[in-house]
């Protein structure tokens, strides 16, 4: 504090507490509908008292999925592929990404500037740019409405690659002389020297990507097209798709609180890591 | 920079980096060729006919209004979303920055919608205006301004920028905030004892310190509108009404996928391709000059 401005202080709390209110305003209203009946939260204005059906509402959509106009799985089903996918996607881009940072730091090998040049390129090649052949090579491949079809073609990871390309030099060459004088080979130099160092570095990355995982849409729209197979975001949509009428908005307000919970909680708990991983993973 | 100390195997490090190559391989290079291949396709939407036609896929495309339309949907909701969304986060960085009590409660607030995923996001807030029953679109109309984002092109195009800045608050203030931090005390000390006050440092110190931040920012905020926010639109307007919400991811998918024009859709694909590598190296000029003069 360089000087005492008391008026300037207090308009710095308004303007913070206006921001919070716009994030915090819209989730509320979310959540007052999810625990309404399906009339209440159809009215117009919608009151913004919190209803009866919280249990009922919570319950019916865990359960019981939703059947009638739309069908959709329960949505402890949903988040269980969520899940699913999230961790395969997360462990699976900092595995092969800290592999080959490894190999590409620790190695000199014929091709090593080809295959981090192919790394980086991936960069420059985002899912919404090669929808059509992607979904055919996955599908050429059977592998479609299946965990392998929503997770693998997503973990190549240049930015994880980058980072512990980052992190593997920084790390001082007299580790991997005193290993290799230990007698030490490559890969227990990995496990017991490179690992328990990074490990900050894996669990920011790991906030990062499995937040990533969890939020994607476009690729299981494509992918998974059995109900069984849905994510809980694609759950979502299907749910509103019934038209205006149809739509049980306090179900879709209880789904749509479900769905944000794991996350919300995985950004909030591990708030130190996911700002590290966040600030690293783009410099 | 070069390791000193290497270790030496013929096969070894072919195996480590296998796996991401295999993958980089099959999903996005091979795909990414498909995809110029076939924008020099032309194709019925059964598959069973084709012709090469060079370039005559994007000859129509760039002659066709509606795809010109598309453009200029991007850029104008690129802009709205990357002006505003700054202009707001910076704000909320600001005063983060400067007030003591309560900063981390506000924080930790503040971050939450990162974790939101977009297809949330989208309806979340077509709920708030959804013309019917939505308790906002009530407010509005209370005060005089009749609000129906389903016939009206501008009110849909709104939804989707409010929509799509809501989300992308938390990234641009954790940047900001950590651009703020980094600024060295003294400096702003000196100016207040030189009688500048808070906008006066605000603006001659601050803002230009943190330029490299905004426009890290800028370009981050451009490439989300133009290739994240599909789920925003797909999830609420669905490019109308009309046209008015059709941003370029969008029509790639619709056509691609819905319309069953492939040598279009790959057509346009091969152009997007082409703004992600311009934006690419744009940002990476900006990485190496940060690494230069810091």
Do not use: C
Request: charged share 10%; no cysteine; aromatic share 14%.
């Amino acid at each position: 504090m360089i000087e005492r401005r008391p008026l300037l202080d207090f308009f710095s709390h308004v303007v913070l507490v206006l921001g919070v209110l716009t994030v915090v305003f819209p989730l509320y209203v979310a959540f007052v509908a999810s625990t309404q009946t399906a009339e209440q939260s159809a009215l117009s204005p919608l009151s913004l008292v919190p209803g009866s059906e919280f249990v009922n509402n919570y319950s019916a959509v865990l359960f019981k999925g939703a059947a009638g106009q739309v069908t959709a799985p329960p949505v402890l089903h949903m988040l269980w592929v969520s899940l699913a996918t999230a961790l395969i996607i997360a462990i699976g881009k900092i595995s092969i990404s800290m592999l080959s940072a490894f190999a590409i730091v620790y190695f000199r090998f014929p091709g090593r500037g080809l295959f981090f040049w192919m790394i980086f390129v991936t960069l420059m090649l985002p899912v919404e740019v090669r929808i059509t052949p992607t979904y055919q090579v996955v599908s050429d491949l059977g592998m479609l409405n299946s965990y392998a079809g929503l997770s693998i073609p997503l973990i190549a990871s240049a930015t994880a690659t980058f980072l512990f390309r980052q992190f593997f030099l920084t790390v001082p060459d007299e580790l991997a002389e005193a290993a290799r004088i230990d007698g030490a080979g490559p890969l227990r130099f990995l496990k017991d020297v490179l690992w328990p160092l990074s490990r900050t570095n894996v669990i920011a990355l790991f906030v990062i990507m499995f937040i990533y995982g969890w939020n994607q849409y476009l690729w299981p729209l494509m992918i998974a097209t059995e109900p069984g197979m849905y994510p809980i975001g694609i759950g979502i949509k299907t749910l509103i798709s019934g038209g205006d009428s149809a739509v049980e908005w306090n179900l879709v307000m209880a789904t749509m609180i479900l769905a944000m919970l794991p996350p919300g909680l995985v950004v909030v708990v591990m708030q130190k890591w996911f700002v590290k991983g966040l600030v690293d993973s783009e410099k | 920079m070069e390791k000193r100390a290497r270790f030496t195997s013929k096969w070894l490090p072919y195996l480590l980096v296998a796996p991401q190559i295999i993958i980089t391989l099959l999903f996005f290079f091979w795909p990414a060729i498909q995809a110029l291949y076939q924008s020099m396709l032309l194709q019925d939407a059964f598959g069973g006919y084709s012709e090469f036609v060079w370039l005559d896929n994007f000859k129509a495309l760039f002659g066709d209004p509606t795809y010109l339309e598309s453009f200029r949907t991007t850029a104008l909701f690129s802009a709205l979303v990357a002006f505003f969304g700054l202009a707001v986060s910076l704000l909320l960085a600001v005063f983060a920055d400067r007030v003591r009590r309560g900063a981390s409660l506000y924080k930790t607030f503040l971050i939450w919608p990162y974790a939101v995923s977009p297809v949330v996001v989208g309806v979340l807030w077509m709920f708030l205006l959804s013309p019917s029953l939505g308790i906002l679109s009530h407010v509005l109309t209370w005060l005089g301004l009749p609000w129906d984002y389903m016939v009206n092109g501008t009110h849909a195009m709104i939804l989707i920028v409010v929509a799509a800045i809501w989300k992308q608050i938390s990234y641009n203030f954790l940047f900001f905030l950590a651009g703020l931090q980094s600024i060295p005390k003294s400096l702003i000390e000196a100016a207040a004892i030189d009688g500048a006050g808070p906008v006066k440092r605000f603006f001659t110190i601050v803002f230009p310190l943190i330029s490299p931040t905004t426009f890290f920012l800028f370009v981050v905020n451009v490439v989300y509108a133009f290739f994240d926010t599909f789920v925003i639109v797909d999830a609420t307007t669905h490019g109308g009404p009309g046209k008015d919400t059709e941003i370029l991811v969008y029509k790639v998918f619709s056509d691609g996928f819905k319309g069953g024009d492939l040598g279009s859709s790959a057509a346009q694909s091969v152009v997007l391709m082409v703004v992600v590598i311009l934006l690419t190296v744009v940002q990476f000029k900006y990485v190496e000059k940060k690494v230069q003069y810091a």
